[in-house]
Antibody, heavy 118, light 106 residues
Framework: QVQLQESGPGLVKPSGTLSLTCAVSGGSITQTDWWSWVRQSPGEGLEWIGE???????NYNPSLKSRVTISVDNSKNQFSLNLTSVTAADTAVYYC???????????WGQGTLVTVSS | EIALTQSPGTLSLSPGERATLSCRAS???????LAWYQQKPGQAPRLLIYGASTRATGIPDRFSGSGSGTDFTLTISSLEPEDFAVYFC????????FGLGTKLEI
């Protein structure tokens, strides 16, 4: 059973950088194609941030592309998210997930709330 | 840019009733990349259906998906108490996109 666990600071200052890591267990990150970050603002819907392949290839949501970097560390079986120049609008629960591939996002982390505030 | 519109915004039903949730795309999309998720408060979304009609592993057969082109439907044949939640549709082609959700309440 694949499990994902997000980690990182729960509070980031405006104009700073949000950095999160997703640790994958129960399977190798190299055995599945894409791994993604998704966020959900309080009371709002879900927004896909971007995805990374185990080779390091990435795709990003055009609306966030200028501020997002997603990377993978196969040796640690984890992948990471960096979001720069954050504002209050970036306050959200951030999820890591396996996929989408051909079967959607089939495994999710529990999510971590990141608040942008001074 | 594709947009997904879910209706109704809120659906009030009782256990044992049938629920029909709609997801409409602003332009025709491939059904291969259409998914449905269930989300309960404080939890991550749970994949129910992918490829418009294929149930994910462990999903009860009271959940079914159908549709093609611009109109997709999630049907719950007989509601169980644990089914009351928010449901999202998603198109996961290039740049995955979610609908805003339907809240299914008692």
């Amino acid at each position: 059973q694949v499990q994902l666990q997000e980690s990182g600071p729960g509070l980031v200052k405006p104009s700073g950088t949000l950095s999160l890591t997703c640790a994958v267990s129960g399977g190798s990150i190299t055995q599945t194609d894409w791994w993604s970050w998704v966020r959900q603002s309080p009371g709002e819907g879900l927004e896909w941030i971007g995805e990374v392949y185990h080779s390091g290839s990435t795709n990003y949501n055009p609306s966030l592309k200028s501020r997002v970097t997603i990377s993978v560390d196969n040796s640690k079986n984890q992948f990471s998210l960096n979001l720069t120049s954050v504002t209050a609008a970036d306050t959200a629960v951030y999820y890591c997930a396996r996929g989408p591939g051909l079967t959607g996002f089939d495994y999710w982390g529990q999510g971590t709330l990141v608040t942008v505030s001074s | 840019e594709i947009a997904l519109t879910q209706s109704p915004g809120t659906l009030s039903l009782s256990p044992g009733e049938r629920a029909t949730l709609s997801c409409r795309a602003s332009q025709s999309v491939s059904s291969i990349y259409l998914a449905w998720y269930q989300q309960k408060p404080g939890q991550a979304p749970r994949l129910l259906i992918y490829g418009a009609s294929t149930r994910a592993t462990g999903i009860p057969d009271r959940f079914s998906g159908s549709g093609s082109g611009t109109d997709f439907t999630l049907t719950i044949s007989s509601l169980e108490p644990e089914d009351f939640a928010v449901y999202f549709c998603q198109h996961y082609g290039t740049s995955p996109l979610f609908g805003l959700g339907t809240k299914l309440e008692i």
